[in-house]
Each structure stands twice: as structure tokens, then as C-alpha cells.
């Protein structure tokens, strides 16, 4: 039986501090608004200072939406190997607006992105059971699907996989 104690709310931090502190937040690494304003939240600030300290931050350097989408797009890409389309959820629970999503989006290599999914299929085929091809071909679409991959390249790769897999 855990005993837990409440927290001791701490008193919070002033406008100064506040701002310090969320200025190196968003130096360590990008940073959207939401998680921003959200940490701004968490010191026990008021929506005019937190706003007033986003405005800030945002004329100094440290918040930058475009910058934020296209390194959180690159780096879902390149270390997740996440599709488009879940990195746009991605982007819309950060609160992007659609602009920014499409800038981000664009710095993924067409070609690149095509090599990926495929990647992802031929990998995960040979651990797909099934009667048919026609049961494994599902499968295997299921699960690019929830790697957030759009469904008429899905079907290329899934077909591509299914021609180079040695049987």
C-alpha cells in the first residue's frame, strides 16, 4: 500500500523567472507554443503573463512554429521512421497551425520517404502470418497504417515486398 502525500504547492515563480526558465527550456531543444505555454502554466502563471512571456520569447528566437514542425517532422521521420500522416497528428496535438505542418512535411525526401515504407514491409513481412498472400498483403497494410503511412503508397510498397521477398 503506497502512501501517497499531497504535493506542497509551490508558491509561484515571478514573470522574471518564469521567463528565464522557459527561455532555456526552448534553448535545450524546439519547443511548440503549447508545450511552452503549458510549462508557463505549470510555474502557476496567469494567461496574461504567460501570454505576454510566449510574445516574448517568440521576438527573441526561442519559439519558432516553422522551425518547431520541421525538426519534429525530420526527427519522427528519420529516428521514428513515422509516415506523414502520423506526424501530422503529431503536429496537430502541438497545436501547428496547417501552414507550419506543410513546411515541416515538405523537408521530407519524397524518394526517402518511399524507402522507408518500404523498409518497414520488407522488414515486418516475414513475421506476418497468413493462409494467402491476400490475408498477409492486409496485415501488412494494417500495420503501415498505423506507422501513419498513406494507403496508395502503402499498396506499392506492400506489392513491391511481396515481389522481392524470397520465397
Not at 534553448?27 to 505555454?37: F, K, M, N, P, T
Not at 496547417?98 to 515504407?117: F, P, Q, R, V
Not at 493462409?131 to 506489392?159: C, P
Request: charged share 35%; net charge positive.
Amino acid at each position: 500500500m503506497h502512501n501517497f502525500q499531497p504535493r506542497k504547492s509551490k508558491k509561484p515563480l515571478d514573470i522574471k523567472s518564469a521567463k528565464l526558465k522557459a527561455a532555456d527550456f526552448c534553448a535545450y531543444q524546439e519547443r511548440s507554443q503549447q508545450e511552452v505555454r503549458d510549462k508557463l502554466y505549470a510555474y502557476g502563471l496567469h494567461e496574461a503573463e504567460v501570454e505576454d512571456i510566449i510574445v516574448d520569447l517568440i521576438v527573441d528566437g526561442f519559439i519558432n512554429e516553422e522551425r518547431f514542425a520541421k525538426a519534429y517532422a525530420g526527427g519522427k521521420f528519420r529516428v521514428k521512421g513515422w509516415g506523414k500522416r502520423k506526424i501530422k497528428q503529431g503536429l496537430k496535438q502541438h497545436r501547428i497551425s496547417e501552414y507550419c505542418m506543410n513546411k515541416g512535411l515538405a523537408e521530407i525526401d519524397s524518394e526517402e520517404y518511399y524507402n522507408t515504407l518500404l523498409r518497414h514491409a520488407e522488414k515486418k513481412l516475414p513475421t506476418v502470418k497468413g493462409d494467402s498472400d491476400y490475408i498477409i498483403k492486409g496485415k501488412l497494410m494494417q500495420y503501415l497504417i498505423g506507422k501513419g503511412f498513406e494507403m496508395d503508397l502503402i499498396r506499392d510498397a506492400v506489392n513491391d515486398a511481396l515481389l522481392n521477398r524470397e520465397d
